[in-house]
């Protein structure tokens, strides 16, 4: 069992064997690590906690290949302990106990055990809190990884003796240092010229590892200089990072909405596109763009509803690509469309009152009466038809009795909603005007 966290495990490989480009690049030290500089940059958090000599368990957060594995490693090997690493997705309740066992024994023989935990958020809620008494008697340093949010995938126990440290994409210029470490390692350049060099950095997507093993096959073609066109022939675009059941899925599609709300089409289109690159399910896209016209748009363009709704059943009937752009066209109407949320805010009003009035009975005038009884106990007694009112319109009170009269709906002065905005003004006066010169009982 050892075999299956120890750090050397694969001492039994010959040493001739080839490592992959990516461990040999490795960086040796916290200085050599490429990005992150948040983190062990002179004032990082890191570099802060090393000299402070007083490594608390901690949670990196960050997309694949940014160096949450090699930091790990590196501190292990700043504090001198121990390193010992598992995965969430292979490792069970064993497997977990066995290894506290061993790092109990470690730390009697004065040696601590730093303990990092790959997809930590993999491991269920019960298996998470199996760390705890192990975090706090100091058995171990936890260092977990994972590639989504912590506050939704983490116990709150283990947030609370954790730091969370936030890791980067990296950049363009960032990845280009790698590849000159890469070139320095192998002893030659890469065989591209610079807009297939520019082409291969822009394949990474902001993963270094990716980097790596996207120039390890690059070496392996010779020494003659590719263009972009024959760089693509040999290499295929990595798939862009999203998980659709992930923290990516909803950082995007709230992306989308704001740009949608913020009336900025082209940015609302660059995120439809970028979910649609990631396989989201178009009629996802749909009901999500539905929702949009209805809460953010609402009657100050009651079209827009109606937009989304015949996009989507456009989709469903074309199929894919052609049913996208009837999409897409959606997507630019509600970005341009004039804004008002309203309707929604008036309508999560009168639910809160219906809340606190659950009980309230209409009052006796607007009741039917079809029984003698409910005439005698005055069901329907001065109800005043609208129709035959002076404009269509008696001003008469359709609130509870007991209940003071609501103001929900504020339309705005924006689209069509401004109409409505006179109709409700006018209509408020009129009531006003009506009550007023009601005769008093």
Partial sequence: MADLFDQNANSSVPPEAKRPLADRCRPATLMDVVGQSKLVGPDGALTTMLAGGNLSSIIFWGPPGVGKTTLARLLADETDMHFVQISAIYSGVADLKKLFEAARMRRMNGKGTLLFVDEIHRFNKSQQDGFLPFMEDGTIVLVGATTENPSFELNSALMSRSQVMVLERLSLAELELIAQRAETEMGKPLPLDGPARENLLEMADGDGR??????????????EKLSVDELAKRLSKRAAQYDKSGDAHYNLISALHKSVRGSDPDAALYWFARMLEG???????????????????????????????????TYE???????????????????????????????????????????????????????????DQGYGDGYDYDHNAEDGFSGQNYFPE????????????????????????????????????????
């Fill in 210 to 223: 990716g980097l790596l093993n996207l120039a390890e096959q690059a070496f392996g073609w010779g020494d």
């Fill in 402 to 441: 007991t209940m003071p009269r609501g103001i929900y709906y504020l339309p705005v002065e924006r689209g069509e909603e401004r109409e409505l905005k006179k109709r409700v003004d006018f209509f408020a006066k009129l009531r006003a005007k009506r009550n007023k010169d009601k005769p008093s009982d």
């Fill in 317 to 375: 009937r074309l199929g894919s690509p052609e049913g996208e752009l009837a999409l897409a066209q959606a997507v630019i109407y509600l970005a341009l469309a004039p804004k008002s949320n309203a309707a929604y805010v008036a309508y999560k009003a009168a639910r809160k009152s219906a809340k606190q009035h659950g009980s309230e009975l209409p009052p006796k005038h607007i009741l039917n009466a079809p029984t003698k009884m409910m005439k």
């Fill in 279 to 313: 396989g989201e399910d178009p009629r996802f896209l749909g009901r999500r763009l539905t929702r949009m016209a209805v809460e953010d748009i609402g009657l100050a363009d009651p079209r827009a509803q109606d937009v989304c709704l015949q996009s989507w059943q």
